[in-house]
């Protein structure tokens, strides 16, 4: 018989503290293992080491069997393995001999988590085992998931989105500034508005007497606005230059800067998503407009709904103009990938437990990412606040030992 020896695999747990909540705690159990790095299952004088063996292969399931300190052929003793994962999907692994071992039939697939039940036949004799092991798995309360602000959302298909980055400026909307000047050159009488004032169409804006007729005239706003540029006070002549600008910047444009590399890719009509700092809107390439002069690029023009005056003229801006779009079976909130060990994963939720799922992934548009495998249609995972449950594990030094 091999030496044994004790590994001490941390699994964590949830325990109720005072006020209904539940909190992390660490939990040690101890576990012999064999010469074979697998896990020691005995009764009586029989004894049988399994181990999930990973080293350069997928992984499988390797299975020893000793009598008192003597090992036994693979042809003399019959093995299989029940695995109930999280949900109740069952695996059933039946064992051949493979020279020196049994070999399970099979793939052990990742995550290997689940409740675990081994049969063995040996002599006529029946043995039977059965024990939990837990990896990447949290039980959490409803109560504490909602305080942690967990958000749960269920796997489905979705539209991703191809997209190309584009950068530019906001400029205002030539149609919504006005340029106000005499009608007839004169005295200025009275300006009404300071610059930044707000006036309504149709405000008396100032009171000029001409010139020829010495009649008072008056100059009233032809767009409601902000008056942006003043170069009227009273006493002073009235010619030809601009009195006063008022500006509307409750719709801008968004002019893009698409350079030859990237125009066969842009069209009017493409849906827009501008971008500064973490605010965003959302409109559609109006026309493509010639750049000035030796310019090497187009300018894509976006129209810009701006209620709350946060898209002023002049701002630099990054846009992603969608050029392509095409359905996918299922597809994940970027916001729900985390990395754990070498994988990307999502926190799948079932009642108070959650657990890892490893994801194959496909295309992504940086808002979702298409699934390849790993997940099912169906299932609730976790996207909102997904990296606390990354941390707990962290924070429990999650084994991956069986």
Do not use: C
Not at 133 to 139: F, P
Not at 289 to 295: A, R, V, Y
Not at 339 to 354: A, E, L, P
């Amino acid at each position: 018989m091999t030496t044994k020896f004790l590994i001490s695999i941390l699994s964590l747990t949830l325990i109720l503290q005072s006020g209904g909540y539940l909190i992390a705690q660490d939990v040690h159990d101890e576990i012999e293992t064999g010469s074979h790095g697998g896990r020691l299952l005995e009764d009586g004088d029989f004894t049988v080491e399994l181990s999930i063996f990973e080293q350069g292969v997928p992984p499988e399931y390797r299975a020893w069997a000793y009598s008192g300190q003597s090992e036994i052929s693979p042809d003399d003793w019959d093995l299989s393995v029940q695995l109930i994962r999280l949900g109740g999907e069952i695996n059933n692994y039946n064992f051949l001999s493979n020279g020196s071992y049994l070999l399970g039939e099979g793939v052990v697939e990742e995550p290997h988590s689940f409740d675990v039940t081994i049969s063995a036949n040996y002599r006529g004799q029946s043995y039977q085992w059965t024990y939990e092991s837990y990896e990447g798995r949290i039980e959490m309360s409803f109560d504490l998931a909602e305080i942690m602000e967990i958000g749960v959302h269920t796997a489905e298909g979705k539209i991703i989105h191809q997209t190309k980055l584009l950068y530019g400026k906001i400029s205002p909307d030539p149609t919504q500034v006005s340029h106000l000047t005499a009608r007839y050159p004169g005295l200025i009488k009275t300006v009404n508005p300071s610059l930044g004032d707000t006036v309504e169409k149709g405000d008396l804006i100032a009171t000029i007497e001409a010139n020829d007729s010495l009649q008072t005239y008056e100059l009233r706003a032809p767009i409601s606005g902000i008056v942006v540029d003043s170069h009227a006070n009273p006493g002073e002549y009235a010619g030809e230059q601009h009195l006063l600008t008022i500006a509307n910047y409750q719709n801008v444009w968004a002019d893009l800067n698409v350079f030859p590399g990237d125009i066969q890719h842009i069209k009017a009509g493409q849906n827009v998503t501008l971008h500064l700092s973490d605010i965003t809107a959302r409109s559609t390439i109006r026309y493509l407009n010639p750049g000035e002069g030796l310019s090497p690029y187009i300018i894509a023009r976006v129209p810009v709904s701006n209620p709350d005056l946060l898209w002023t003229p002049g701002l630099l801006i990054e846009a992603d103009v969608t050029i392509d779009q095409f359905p996918v079976p299922l597809a994940v909130d970027n916001r729900a990938l985390q990395k754990f060990r070498d994988w990307q994963v999502v926190f799948i939720q079932i009642g108070d437990n959650y657990e890892i799922r490893p994801l194959e992934l496909g295309r992504s548009d940086g808002r979702f990412t298409e699934v390849l495998g790993g997940l099912n249609v169906g299932d609730r995972y976790v996207v909102e606040n997904s990296y606390l449950l990354k941390a707990d594990l962290e924070k429990s030094g999650a084994s991956h030992d069986h």
